[in-house]
């Protein structure tokens, strides 16, 4: 499976932007997907997940009510709208494709996109 990651970018703080992962599997939706992001000097963390069909969503307590993340298993892509944006959430975002239905913000997953970079200026 192989992930392609887009839509990032500068922006300054509250504005949106909407990231999309494109994944090139036919069982696209036999995985549960992942949003994670990693800032400079920072450690990769999870941001939201998604369940194989949409309807279970998890988020991290820092993007909680910004971030919203979504499906869409006929076009084998996920999004994450992010609004709101701050300084804080600058990073890479990564894309990531789990085997299994249910979503989970701490497992590991099987499948990495390249990431796109996010700059939000204050």
């Known amino acids: 499976v192989q992930l392609q990651a887009s839509g990032g970018g500068l922006v300054q703080a509250g504005d949106s932007l909407r990231l999309s992962c494109a994944a090139s599997?036919?069982?696209?939706?036999?995985?549960?997907m992942g949003w994670f992001r990693q800032a400079p000097g920072k450690e990769r963390e999870s941001v939201a997940a998604i369940g194989w069909n949409g309807f279970l969503t998890y988020y991290a307590d820092s993007v909680k009510g910004r971030f919203t993340i979504s499906r869409d298993n006929a076009k084998d892509t996920v999004y994450l709208q992010m609004d709101s944006l701050k300084p804080d959430d600058t990073a890479v975002y990564y894309c990531?494709?789990?085997?299994?239905?249910?979503?989970?913000?701490?497992?590991?997953?099987?499948?990495w996109g390249q990431g796109t970079l996010v700059t939000v200026s204050s």
């Open positions: 990531a494709a789990r085997r299994g239905l249910r979503p989970s913000l701490g497992a590991s997953y099987d499948y």
């Open positions: 599997t036919r069982t696209f939706s036999s995985f549960s």
